[in-house]
Nanobody, 123 residues
Framework: DVQLQASGGGLVQAGGSLRLSCAAS????????IGWFRQAPGKEREGVSS????????LYADSVKGRFTISSDNAKNTVFLQMSSLTFGDTAVYYC????????????????WGQGTLVTVSS
Protein backbone atom coordinates (compact mmCIF):
# COMPACT_ATOMS: atom_id res chain seq x y z
CA ASP A 1 0.00 0.00 0.00
CA VAL A 2 1.10 3.52 -0.73
CA GLN A 3 1.55 5.71 2.33
CA LEU A 4 2.59 9.33 2.54
CA GLN A 5 3.42 10.41 6.07
CA ALA A 6 3.53 14.17 6.55
CA SER A 7 5.13 15.63 9.67
CA GLY A 8 6.80 18.75 10.97
CA GLY A 9 3.86 21.04 11.50
CA GLY A 10 3.44 23.10 14.62
CA LEU A 11 2.98 26.54 16.09
CA VAL A 12 5.39 29.24 14.98
CA GLN A 13 5.51 33.01 15.26
CA ALA A 14 5.20 35.18 12.19
CA GLY A 15 8.55 35.51 10.52
CA GLY A 16 9.64 32.10 11.72
CA SER A 17 10.47 28.89 9.88
CA LEU A 18 9.34 25.28 9.79
CA ARG A 19 10.39 22.26 7.79
CA LEU A 20 7.78 19.75 6.75
CA SER A 21 8.64 16.19 5.78
CA CYS A 22 6.75 13.74 3.61
CA ALA A 23 7.98 10.17 3.98
CA ALA A 24 6.76 7.92 1.19
CA SER A 25 6.39 4.16 1.26
CA UNK A 26 4.98 1.82 -1.35
CA UNK A 27 6.15 4.07 -4.17
CA UNK A 28 9.39 5.52 -5.45
CA UNK A 29 10.06 9.24 -5.78
CA UNK A 30 11.61 8.39 -9.14
CA UNK A 31 8.18 7.46 -10.47
CA UNK A 32 6.01 10.22 -9.03
CA UNK A 33 5.86 13.94 -8.58
CA ILE A 34 5.30 14.89 -4.96
CA GLY A 35 3.32 17.98 -4.18
CA TRP A 36 2.47 19.93 -1.06
CA PHE A 37 -1.03 21.28 -0.76
CA ARG A 38 -2.66 23.28 2.00
CA GLN A 39 -6.13 24.01 3.20
CA ALA A 40 -6.93 26.93 5.45
CA PRO A 41 -10.16 27.06 7.46
CA GLY A 42 -13.06 27.91 5.20
CA LYS A 43 -10.94 27.85 2.07
CA GLU A 44 -10.36 25.40 -0.74
CA ARG A 45 -7.32 23.17 -0.84
CA GLU A 46 -4.57 24.69 -2.97
CA GLY A 47 -1.27 23.57 -4.41
CA VAL A 48 1.80 25.07 -2.77
CA SER A 49 4.87 23.41 -4.24
CA SER A 50 5.91 20.27 -6.05
CA UNK A 51 9.02 18.39 -7.07
CA UNK A 52 9.34 15.87 -9.87
CA UNK A 53 12.51 13.80 -9.77
CA UNK A 54 11.74 12.39 -13.19
CA UNK A 55 12.73 15.69 -14.79
CA UNK A 56 14.06 17.74 -11.89
CA UNK A 57 11.32 20.35 -12.09
CA UNK A 58 10.09 22.24 -9.07
CA LEU A 59 7.00 24.42 -8.94
CA TYR A 60 5.86 27.04 -6.47
CA ALA A 61 2.64 28.94 -5.99
CA ASP A 62 3.15 32.69 -6.36
CA SER A 63 2.22 33.18 -2.72
CA VAL A 64 5.20 31.18 -1.47
CA LYS A 65 7.89 31.90 -4.07
CA GLY A 66 11.09 33.07 -2.45
CA ARG A 67 9.97 31.86 0.97
CA PHE A 68 9.46 28.11 0.56
CA THR A 69 11.93 25.59 -0.81
CA ILE A 70 11.11 22.02 -1.78
CA SER A 71 13.71 19.26 -1.91
CA SER A 72 13.91 15.51 -1.85
CA ASP A 73 16.14 12.81 -0.44
CA ASN A 74 15.63 9.87 -2.76
CA ALA A 75 17.65 7.54 -0.55
CA LYS A 76 15.18 8.18 2.25
CA ASN A 77 12.19 8.44 -0.11
CA THR A 78 11.33 11.69 1.62
CA VAL A 79 10.38 15.13 0.37
CA PHE A 80 10.92 18.26 2.44
CA LEU A 81 9.30 21.67 2.40
CA GLN A 82 11.38 24.35 4.07
CA MET A 83 9.13 27.27 4.94
CA SER A 84 10.58 30.61 5.94
CA SER A 85 9.25 34.11 6.62
CA LEU A 86 5.96 32.57 7.61
CA THR A 87 2.90 34.77 7.82
CA PHE A 88 -0.53 34.34 9.33
CA GLY A 89 -1.77 33.60 5.81
CA ASP A 90 0.31 30.42 5.75
CA THR A 91 -1.77 28.92 8.56
CA ALA A 92 -3.34 25.75 7.19
CA VAL A 93 -3.31 22.00 7.23
CA TYR A 94 -0.57 20.91 4.86
CA TYR A 95 -0.88 17.71 2.86
CA CYS A 96 1.60 15.91 0.69
CA UNK A 97 0.39 14.03 -2.35
CA UNK A 98 1.76 11.94 -5.21
CA UNK A 99 0.86 12.23 -8.87
CA UNK A 100 2.13 10.51 -11.99
CA UNK A 101 0.27 12.39 -14.70
CA UNK A 102 -1.01 15.88 -15.22
CA UNK A 103 -0.01 19.07 -13.45
CA UNK A 104 1.51 18.15 -10.08
CA UNK A 105 -0.22 21.04 -8.30
CA UNK A 106 -3.63 20.19 -9.67
CA UNK A 107 -5.98 18.43 -7.28
CA UNK A 108 -7.27 16.37 -10.19
CA UNK A 109 -3.80 14.91 -10.80
CA UNK A 110 -3.35 13.47 -7.31
CA UNK A 111 -3.20 9.69 -7.15
CA UNK A 112 -2.35 9.36 -3.47
CA TRP A 113 -2.92 11.69 -0.52
CA GLY A 114 -1.13 11.73 2.77
CA GLN A 115 -2.66 12.82 6.03
CA GLY A 116 -2.25 16.46 6.93
CA THR A 117 0.02 18.26 9.32
CA LEU A 118 -1.18 21.49 10.91
CA VAL A 119 0.86 24.66 10.60
CA THR A 120 -0.26 27.55 12.77
CA VAL A 121 1.41 30.93 12.45
CA SER A 122 0.76 33.37 15.25
CA SER A 123 0.80 37.07 14.54
Amino acid sequence: DVQLQASGGGLVQAGGSLRLSCAASGLSLRDYAIGWFRQAPGKEREGVSSIDNRDGKTLYADSVKGRFTISSDNAKNTVFLQMSSLTFGDTAVYYCAASRFGHPLSLASVAHWGQGTLVTVSS
